[in-house]
């Protein structure tokens, strides 16, 4: 099975999807870390090449991951913004969108400094208006929404060991893994 994972930068679509990948022994395919292999830091690309080269570098990427079947896939953010790679992904794969909301997300990414969609002055505005775009686009694509800031937070465990924080959530995924399942097959 391929399980996709989707979500904002800083949702932790690469920290869960590794630890899923071990827990199940399963290939992990961070599509921004094949990026960063191939052509180099993401940074980088956007200042000398823009964007649109790195739209295509992850098209690139996403349809190469897509042809593994038993694998867990961490994209980038923006992947959702394209189709033909979304379709790819999701064809045959489970895509699990990893929610956080904005707060969330200022509170994770305000010290980071590696994501270029995300300098400059008001970051907190700019990842609000990054949920605007993608937000539904996320919901559209996904199979199962797993609400990580919401699950941490319901449990007490934000402050929490990173090992007990992946485990929750482990946990709640397969819950909803095994509802989708039931309700698939029962009726």
């Not at 932790?12 to 990026?35: C, H, N, Q, W, Y």
């Not at 904005?102 to 994501?115: G, H």
């Not at 300098?119 to 919901?139: A, C, S, T």
């Amino acid at each position: 099975m391929r399980i996709v994972l989707i979500g904002m930068s800083g949702s932790g679509k690469s920290t869960f999807g590794r630890f899923i990948a071990s827990l199940m022994e399963v290939p992990f395919i961070d599509t921004d870390e094949e990026i960063c292999k191939k052509y180099g830091d993401i940074s980088a690309i956007f200042s000398s090449a823009g964007e649109k080269t790195f739209r295509e570098f992850e098209e690139h990427e996403a349809l190469l991951a897509a042809q593994n079947e038993n694998c867990v896939i961490a994209t980038g953010g923006g992947m959702v913004l394209n189709q033909n790679a979304m379709k790819a992904l999701k064809k045959g794969g489970l895509v699990v969108y990893l929610y956080c909301d904005a707060d969330f997300l200022f509170e994770r990414l305000k010290n980071d400094s590696s994501r270029p969609l995300l300098l400059g002055e008001d970051k907190k505005q700019k990842i609000e208006e990054m949920l605007k775009v993608r937000g539904e686009l996320y919901l559209n694509y996904s199979n199962i929404v797993l609400n990580e800031g919401g699950i941490l937070q319901s449990r007490n465990l934000l402050d929490s060991e990173p090992e007990i924080q992946l485990g929750a959530l482990y946990l709640e995924f397969l819950k909803a893994f095994e509802k989708r399942v039931y309700s698939k097959y029962s009726g």
